[in-house]
């Protein structure tokens, strides 16, 4: 009998408890490195003082071991544990995402139909509502007459002159005295 798949929400568990298992490695592995760091400090220092060139040569052998171990550390930090947990984190992020997505229902078709005819709707609703708007001017610009509109208003000009020249009490003269304090 074939096994079944783990599902994605097993995975997911899974691959976090991988995450947290690097994780406490990577910071066990950078404890052991701050204690070799102290180690080879303490190495240096009494190498410093008043010792034997044996017990010197002894120190620097220590040292080198220590860095050595601090190098490899240093390494399995970087190479391993700090890759690791950042593909762990990628591979997280996108189960996330599956699980988030597969816990949301699934719409029903006819709400889908709904939507769609709604938005179908408003759409032609605004292609009407911009071929109404393209007829309004959008600035405040007079229309301008054509040739026979101007030679009908200039028509209209001349007989609204004679009406009001018709109309109009013929003038009377100003006489003017002139006398010395006008000029």
């Given at each position: 009998m074939k096994k079944k798949p783990p599902s994605e929400r097993d995975t997911l568990m899974r691959l976090q408890e991988t995450r947290r298992r690097d994780i406490s490695r990577r910071k066990a592995a950078l404890a052991q490195m701050d204690q070799l760091t102290r180690m080879e400090e303490e190495l240096l220092a009494e190498g410093q003082g008043p010792v034997t060139a044996n017990r010197r040569l002894?120190?620097?052998?220590?040292?080198?071991?220590?860095?050595?171990?601090?190098?490899?550390?240093?390494?399995r930090i970087e190479s391993i544990y700090d890759q690791r947990i950042a593909v762990l984190n990628q591979h997280l992020a996108a189960l996330e995402t599956v699980v988030e997505l597969t816990d949301e229902p699934v719409p029903v078709r006819e709400t889908v139909e709904k939507v769609a005819i709604d938005a179908k709707t408003k759409l032609d609703d605004l292609d009407r509502a911009s071929d109404?708007?393209?007829?309004?001017?959008?600035?405040?610009?007079?229309?301008?007459?054509?040739?026979?509109?101007?030679?009908?208003?200039?028509?209209?000009?001349?007989?609204a002159d004679a009406a009001r020249e018709a109309d109009a009490p013929a003038p009377k003269k100003k006489t003017r005295k002139h006398t010395d304090l006008e000029e």
């Open positions: 002894m120190l620097a052998r220590r040292v080198r071991e220590v860095r050595e171990q601090v190098r490899a550390l240093n390494h109404l708007g393209e007829g309004i001017a959008p600035s405040a610009e007079r229309p301008q007459p054509d040739d026979e509109e101007r030679a009908i208003l200039e028509e209209m000009e001349r007989r």
